[in-house]
């Protein structure tokens, strides 16, 4: 724990430096900071900060830069905020006017997000396990290979490839197809359903073998993770100039299971930098909460650079994971 000056030394480098994106000089922090003492102190200050890992010097005349470390104090001391009352007022508008399926929502509460912040937004579906079934489809690949889709009533979709063990005309795998649509819609998505055995033993050899591969396919989906949903990507030139940095997150972007891990659901809000993230080495800030529905449990964030504005992205983020959670209670 920094002493009191030291720590508001460090708040007001970090919010100088998020406000211009240029090294912070001494004038600046006495400027931003209502500290009585001079430009002497504070730059000793600095170079204590320095010293101890919280701040670099690019040049030797030139002010100091904050590191991951004075954004990790910075952030981990941050005070409560409100967003501006235009952002209110566009959350509510939108969460008061949208009647949308599911996964139609969740797309459009990630563009939301980024509107909001100006930043890459992202949305994890909760997993589908308790979603009731609509409609089930069986679509022929090949002769021994099929697709398992599944609609929820939520309008959500699960789909998994199987493998049949002898193949199939379309007219026997639409008879399996209306078997597991006769016992599983209606029924919740992953529910330990049982069909009935003489009925199954009555088969054909290849529709039973059918049905025992959508059976199985079907379980696969329900326990697949969650959808995930990106909005706001055409910002990423305008918010990292550095195009390394740009490539490195659409890598991470295209890549639903490393999305997920980085939106690791917690109940309380998530903050995490690349260097605390594995295989993550570029200039990158992700802001989460999680949210709750009755299949489980969702992520709302925000990726973006270190020099993003915590104070409304923090609000946005968790003003819009509780409206998220109210939508979604209210509709199920």
Same mark, same amino acid.
Do not use: C
């Given at each position: 724990?920094?002493?009191?000056?030291?720590?508001?030394?460090?708040?007001?480098?970090?919010?100088?430096?998020? #406000?211009?994106?240029?090294?912070?000089?001494?004038?600046?922090?006495?400027?931003?900071?209502?500290?009585? !003492?001079?430009?002497?102190?504070?730059?000793?200050?600095?170079?204590?900060?320095?010293?101890?890992?919280?701040?670099?010097?690019?040049?030797?005349?030139?002010? +100091?830069?904050?590191?991951?470390?004075?954004?990790?104090?910075? !952030?981990?001391?941050?005070?409560?905020?409100?967003?501006?009352?235009?952002?209110?007022?566009?959350?509510?508008?939108?969460?008061?006017?949208?009647?949308?399926?599911?996964?139609?929502?969740?797309?459009?509460?990630?563009?939301?997000?980024?509107?909001?912040?100006?930043?890459?937004?992202?949305?994890?579906?909760?997993?589908?396990?308790?979603?009731?079934?609509?409609?089930?489809?069986?679509?022929?690949?090949?002769?021994?290979?099929?697709?398992?889709?599944?609609?929820?009533?939520?309008?959500?979709?699960?789909?998994?490839?199987?493998?049949?063990?002898?193949?199939?005309?379309? &007219?026997?795998?639409?008879?399996?197809?209306?078997?597991?649509?006769?016992?599983?819609?209606?029924?919740?998505?992953?529910?330990?359903?049982?069909?009935?055995?003489?009925?199954?033993?009555?088969?054909?050899?290849?529709?039973?073998?059918?049905?025992?591969?959508?059976?199985?396919?079907?379980?696969? @989906?329900?326990?697949?993770?969650?959808?995930?949903?990106?909005?706001?990507?055409?910002?990423?030139?305008?918010?990292?100039?550095?195009?390394?940095?740009?490539?490195?997150?659409?890598?991470?972007?295209?890549?639903?299971?490393?999305?997920?891990?980085?939106?690791?659901?917690?109940?309380?809000?998530?903050?995490?930098? @690349?260097?605390?993230?594995?295989?993550?080495?570029?200039?990158? @800030?992700?802001? &989460?909460?999680?949210?709750?529905?009755?299949?489980?449990?969702?992520?709302?964030?925000?990726?973006?650079?270190?020099?993003?504005?915590? #104070? +409304?992205?923090?609000?946005?983020?968790?003003?819009?994971?509780?409206?998220?959670?109210?939508?979604? &209670?209210?509709?199920?």
């Amino acid at each position: 724990m920094l002493e009191d000056r030291r720590s508001e030394i460090l708040k007001a480098l970090v919010e100088e430096h998020i #406000r211009t994106g240029e090294p912070v000089s001494s004038r600046a922090v006495a400027e931003r900071t209502r500290l009585q !003492v001079s430009t002497a102190t504070i730059r000793n200050d600095l170079a204590a900060l320095e010293a101890e890992g919280f701040a670099v010097q690019p040049h030797t005349s030139a002010g +100091r830069v904050p590191t991951a470390n004075a954004y990790r104090y910075y !952030v981990d001391h941050l005070g409560p905020a409100r967003l501006k009352f235009a952002a209110q007022a566009k959350i509510a508008t939108f969460f008061g006017d949208v009647h949308l399926e599911l996964s139609k929502l969740l797309k459009a509460t990630s563009d939301l997000l980024a509107e909001v912040t100006d930043l890459p937004a992202v949305v994890v579906a909760p997993g589908l396990i308790g979603d009731k079934v609509r409609s089930v489809h069986a679509v022929q690949i090949t002769a021994d290979q099929v697709l398992l889709v599944a609609v929820t009533e939520g309008g959500r979709v699960a789909q998994q490839r199987g493998r049949l063990r002898a193949p199939v005309t379309p &007219s026997e795998l639409e008879e399996a197809q209306a078997l597991i649509a006769e016992y599983h819609v209606g029924k919740s998505l992953g529910a330990d359903v049982k069909l009935p055995e003489e009925r199954v033993r009555s088969l054909a050899g290849p529709v039973r073998e059918a049905v025992l591969t959508l059976v199985d396919a079907l379980h696969l @989906a329900a326990s697949a993770g969650g959808e995930v949903f990106v909005g706001g990507t055409q910002r990423l030139g305008a918010v990292w100039h550095d195009l390394s940095a740009v490539s490195k997150v659409l890598e991470v972007l295209e890549r639903e299971a490393e999305i997920m891990a980085l939106l690791a659901a917690e109940q309380e809000t998530s903050i995490h930098f @690349a260097s605390e993230l594995p295989e993550m080495d570029a200039d990158v @800030a992700v802001v &989460s909460k999680s949210y709750e529905s009755l299949t489980g449990g969702g992520s709302v964030g925000v990726i973006g650079p270190m020099r993003m504005n915590y #104070r +409304r992205v923090i609000s946005a983020v968790e003003e819009i994971s509780r409206e998220l959670e109210e939508q979604i &209670s209210q509709t199920s």
